[in-house]
């Protein structure tokens, strides 16, 4: 495959993004993955892995970076990631019929975010759907923060199960503690009739509250829109359970993506 690193598509050192492409023509389909790092940390180099898997499957794959949300000082808050994406997706006139979102745990939130805004297919590992739910039912959750090294692979990040009081904090500093408000960061309120399929991963016991698949699925149904779930045991989060997810996300995108 064919890969350049570091193309710029703005003016803050964190708006770069990597290209990774087949050798041949592959199957005229982009993907675009995002990582996570619960909007205040992570980075593209770390999704190198995933592309590959989906060059070796005929897609042509661009990993941004993107700003990252300061609570404390009330700077790149929600929607700051997911438009810094479709700045990208635009100033690269990438074609929205043959293109899908992909992201893990923040990822898929900024991929949910990025498909509802274009109408296009996503694919959602432990993405954070539900903030305002969240809120709602852990009121008395206090908010810690969790710094990740540079080095840990996504694979390895957030494995331990549920953690609400790191889920706090995350939604606290993309909002500025509801500065913006938490139902607006809640991506689950924008399915609409237009909105096009998505795929939908989690486990029963990890970061991400499993009650969110419900959720979100309950708005498709609602809007007839079709809505792939898988729902694991154990704790794993997004990248964690790779080895289970990867070919029932790769048969959604053949399927969604002609």
Request: zero cysteines.
């Amino acid at each position: 495959m064919k890969v350049q690193t570091d193309l710029t598509y703005g003016q803050d050192e964190l708006q770069k993004y990597d290209t990774y492409q087949p050798d041949d023509d592959g199957n005229g389909n982009t993907i675009v993955v995002v990582h996570g790092g619960g909007w205040w940390q992570g980075d593209k180099h770390k999704e190198a892995d995933l592309a590959a898997i989906l060059v070796n499957n005929g897609y042509s794959v661009v990993v941004p970076n993107y700003r990252f949300a300061d609570g404390s000082t009330k700077t790149n808050l929600f929607p700051t990631q997911r438009d810094d994406v479709l700045d990208l997706i635009n100033q690269l006139n990438l074609d929205v019929n043959h293109l899908a979102i992909w992201g893990g745990s923040s990822g898929g939130n900024v991929a949910f975010e990025t498909g509802l805004e274009l109408n296009v297919p996503v694919v959602s590992w432990s993405g954070l759907l539900a903030l305002d739910t969240f809120m709602e039912e852990n009121p008395d959750v206090k908010p810690v923060q969790v710094k990740i090294a540079a080095d840990v692979k996504s694979a390895d990040i957030d494995q331990d199960g549920s953690n609400k009081s790191y889920y706090r904090w995350l939604v606290e500093n993309l909002t500025a503690n509801g500065e913006v408000s938490f139902s607006d960061a809640s991506p689950y309120h924008r399915v609409n009739d237009n909105t096009k399929p998505l795929f939908m991963a989690n486990s029963m016991d990890e970061l991400v509250p499993v009650q969110e698949v419900g959720i979100v699925q309950k708005e498709f149904i609602n809007h007839h829109v079709r809505i792939d779930t898988l729902v694991l045991p154990g704790s794993r989060h997004a990248e964690g359970y790779l080895v289970d997810a990867i070919n029932p996300s790769l048969t959604f995108l053949k399927d969604v993506l002609k």
